[in-house]
């Protein structure tokens, strides 16, 4: 009987091969004119392996992979004929032909969907630790995380309401008679989240199943319609056409009153535990709602940017509290080689998943949790589109790190570490990727009223400003944006604060005691300084985005809404 010679070979998202000593599940299964049969072998994939497959007139062939260390992996071969042309239906693999003979190059990624779980009952509590994100099903809409179709109808679900977004044409207000919006000049547009692009919750780390237990952490994702693109692209990927620009958000601290602790390796109370005083809160997933979606609204203001790139925003845990289980704080993506890895993984996901592909670029009907798998079970099979030839991933293009208040804990070790700093627990063959090509593809830094006192960070505004100030002057493509508030900046002026940068050649324009605004000539960078006085009103308008703060008990909301002011006006400024 003749047979066709199956070679299977994997690789990590940096072209190289699982860790010597570690196997893998696979499942071959082949179909003829007597139906299916299937082998199971439990195999090593640090090197090519080759299957007979003894069927000479196969339609199919379905390949299943899985490895403790990666997110399990599928293809489906079809063919009408011996001699036809061989389809496959995964993007992540690559398929060559040698007479009757095939040789397969599969991608296996770290990263896959967060499953969905049903919230309580009405009246009932949630406790501790859930199976996933919560999801809920309305009459008239798909199924889309909890948040997102709440209200339920006949109200607008939040997915679906348009909101009024404000955001800034010049960081400058120029009108210190009025009060409130009217101080600056701004644009407004009407945006409904549904015609923004696409919402994703994602795990990365090891399965489940991994031995000894491998930390996970939640990833909230969000994909314009037009996929991001630049001319950069890096590393083993820069064969392809096209680089995936994205914007890597760090919010602050979670170690704050509200957030269930959780020790290393991550297992229990986090991410998708409740509050134990509430019915149905997920502290760690409401995080990335109220920075994206809600408060902040940083998915509306990259939208209306006209320049929009992937977001992407790690959720990472609070920790007990002692000196042993802080080291591991903001691990490991406090680090250039652990932020690459996360972000290449996450383009190189959303390329498997479909994005940037024939229609998908107005097809988001797969997104929002809809094709989550739900609770630990098995994902559904989902359609996929096949085709005979192999498309070359995008490569990460250009970088722009950003974060806001105490997360300068983690985004401030960026500016000069390379390498992961705990190897031992976070190994770098699985949470690695290339600090160079990182440094090759990394174009602006945004800081968004990050913390400077030092008694509250560790980090001194002298030490920070020194750093920033070594990396802006590392290349003529690098950006630069800073946005203080009082919150931050206190009463100190702000050519005190920063007075390496205030020595820059730049253009000022002052409101007294109001505000100040810094600008280079050739807008790499920017620095606004806003006092209280200035971010609070009498008055705002009820329907728009980000809400003005008001003098009557609204203080607490000049620190957020300077961040939001400033992600609004970097993303018009952003390079592409």
């Given at each position: ?108 990624g770290r990263i896959r969907q967060s499953p969905v779980t049903p919230p309580p009952f009405t009246g009932t509590r949630a406790r501790g630790d859930q199976p996933g ?264 293009g250009n970088v722009t790190v950003s974060g806001f208040s105490s997360a300068i804990m983690g985004i401030f070790p960026l500016l000069t570490r390379k390498e992961i ?28 009223d990050l913390e400077l006192k030092a008694e509250a960070t560790g980090i001194s505004a002298a030490d920070y400003e020194r750093r920033l100030l070594q990396w802006f ?104």
């Amino acid at each position: 009987m003749a047979t066709t010679l199956l070679t299977l070979a994997v690789a990590d998202v940096l072209g190289r091969p699982p860790q010597a000593g570690t196997v893998a599940e696979v499942k071959l299964t082949w179909t003829d004119a007597r139906g299916p049969v299937t082998q199971q072998v439990t195999v090593p994939l640090d090197r090519p392996v080759t299957r007979a497959v003894p069927a000479e007139e196969w339609s199919r062939i379905d390949l299943d992979v899985a490895h403790p260390d990666y997110a399990p992996e599928s293809v489906a071969l079809t063919r009408s004929s011996p001699g036809a042309p061989v389809y496959w239906d995964n993007r992540g693999v690559g398929v060559t032909r040698d007479g009757d003979d095939l040789r397969l190059t599969m991608e296996l990624g770290r990263i896959r969907q967060s499953p969905v779980t049903p919230p309580p009952f009405t009246g009932t509590r949630a406790r501790g630790d859930q199976p996933g994100v919560f999801f809920r099903e309305v009459p008239g809409q798909p199924r889309r995380y909890a948040v997102l179709n709440t209200p339920a109808p006949p109200a607008t679900p939040l997915w679906l309401e348009k909101v009024n977004v404000r955001t800034l044409t010049d960081a400058a207000p120029a009108r210190a008679e009025q009060e409130g919006w009217d101080r600056f000049a701004t644009t407004d547009r009407v945006v409904a989240l549904a015609d923004t692009g696409g919402f994703l919750w994602l795990e990365y780390g090891a399965d489940d199943g991994a031995q000894p237990p491998q930390p996970r952490f939640l990833v909230a994702v969000w994909a314009p319609k037009q996929p991001p693109s630049s001319s950069s692209s890096s590393g083993p990927s820069s064969g392809s056409s096209s680089a995936m620009d994205v914007v890597c958000y760090f919010t602050p601290s979670t170690a704050t009153r509200g957030y269930p602790v959780s020790a290393y390796p991550f297992r229990t109370g986090y991410p998708y535990s409740v509050r134990r005083d509430t019915a149905a809160d997920q502290p760690y997933v409401v995080v990335g709602y109220r920075h994206l979606l809600r408060d902040l609204g940083l998915v509306h203001a990259q939208h209306v940017s006209g320049r929009p790139a992937v977001v992407v925003v790690p959720i990472l845990p609070a920790l007990p509290p002692g000196r042993e289980n802080e080291r591991f704080a903001w691990q490991p993506f406090n680090s250039q080689e652990g932020t690459h890895r996360l972000l290449l993984e996450v383009v190189r996901f959303l390329h498997r998943f479909g994005y940037g592909g024939s229609g998908s670029g107005t097809d988001f009907s797969r997104w929002q949790g809809s094709t989550a798998p739900v609770g630990r079970l098995p994902p559904l099979p989902a359609a996929r589109r096949s085709s005979s030839v192999s498309a070359p991933p995008p490569a990460l293009g250009n970088v722009t790190v950003s974060g806001f208040s105490s997360a300068i804990m983690g985004i401030f070790p960026l500016l000069t570490r390379k390498e992961i700093s705990l190897p031992d627990r976070f190994p770098r063959h699985l949470f690695g990727g290339d600090a160079a090509a990182f440094d090759g593809v990394w174009r602006e830094w945004w800081d968004l009223d990050l913390e400077l006192k030092a008694e509250a960070t560790g980090i001194s505004a002298a030490d920070y400003e020194r750093r920033l100030l070594q990396w802006f002057a590392g290349g003529n493509d690098r950006r630069l944006r800073l946005y203080h508030c009082d919150h931050t900046m206190g009463k100190t002026p702000p050519a005190r604060r920063f007075a390496a940068l205030a020595r820059l050649p730049h253009k000022a324009a002052v409101l007294p005691g109001l505000a100040e605004e810094w600008h280079s000539g050739d807008g790499r960078w920017t620095a606004a300084f806003y006092r209280a006085g200035l971010l609070r009103a009498r008055t705002r308008p009820d329907d728009v985005l980000p809400r003005f703060p008001l003098e009557a008990g609204d203080a607490g909301l000049i620190h957020p809404f300077t961040a939001a002011l400033g992600f609004g006006h970097a993303s018009k400024l952003r390079a592409v």
